[in-house]
């Protein structure tokens, strides 16, 4: 951490003519005597840094200097020019321009082996996300409609503070001014975004979101199913594996969360699946089907 701080800072810098240390601890979320240890060790690594006192002071760079590459080892650079590309190609930060910058500097190009996305396939988040960005980072207030899982619909107006992303969705962490607490809403329930022109302040105490936000507390169960031989190919992709049976089918143990989500996916093996336990979520799914079918009749 201290030393992906150290090269924060230093970046800072070298974009700045000079910086106080109150806002470099403001920035990081450390105390200022954190900031000047850090300075400290910067100068003992060379780094030409020094510090003015008075009106108009700050922490500054020596003139004319240039970031030696020797600051990180070979093994470091690659790990930080791997970490911007990834975040480039997700599209949440705008990173492209400063991996061109380190690129140059340590002489070298990321290896392209990880590439993340979270979009979904004939969707695009980049401008959601460009607008959550900047107002988490500048501080400013949003408003927009939001669907709770009951159908209802409120306008809210909230104080963002970070993106989530948990159990295959997105979340947005805020202070919500219409409940006076802390609350997370999922993206995708998320509709006419306004970006407002109001500032906040970052609160001394961020209390711990109520989950009703996201959905009541998730149950999880074993379930235990059967599937056909035809596909064999997905039970890998969706269920990480089955025991072949002696008729070609295969069984499936898993412990996981009683959701629309799971049903959903059953649903979408159609007849070629079937859940052998627990009773109650055979029922449940019998159920689920049996509306299915008063659709079409």
Known sequence: MQTTRLFEILYILLGKEHVTAKKLAQRFEVSTRTIYRDIDTLGMAGIPIYTEKGKGGGIRLMPDFIMNKSILDDTEQEELLTSLQSLARMRILNSNATLEKLSATFGKTATDWLEVDFSEWESDNTEIFATLKTAILEKRM???????????????????????????????????????????????????????????????KQPQPKQTAIQPPTQFIHFELKVAAAYAYRIVDDFGGGELQDDGTYLIHLKWPEDDWIYGLILSYGENIEILQPPHARELFKKKLEKINRKYL
């Open 142 to 204: 949003i408003e927009f409609d939001y669907l709770n899982p009951t159908g209802e619909t409120t306008r809210r107006q909230v104080e963002p503070t970070k993106l989530w992303f948990k159990s295959r969705a997105w979340y947005l962490k805020t202070f919500c001014l219409m409940r006076q607490e802390a609350r997370t809403f999922k993206l995708t329930r998320i509709r006419n975004l306004t970006l407002t022109n109001q500032y906040f302040l970052k609160r001394e």
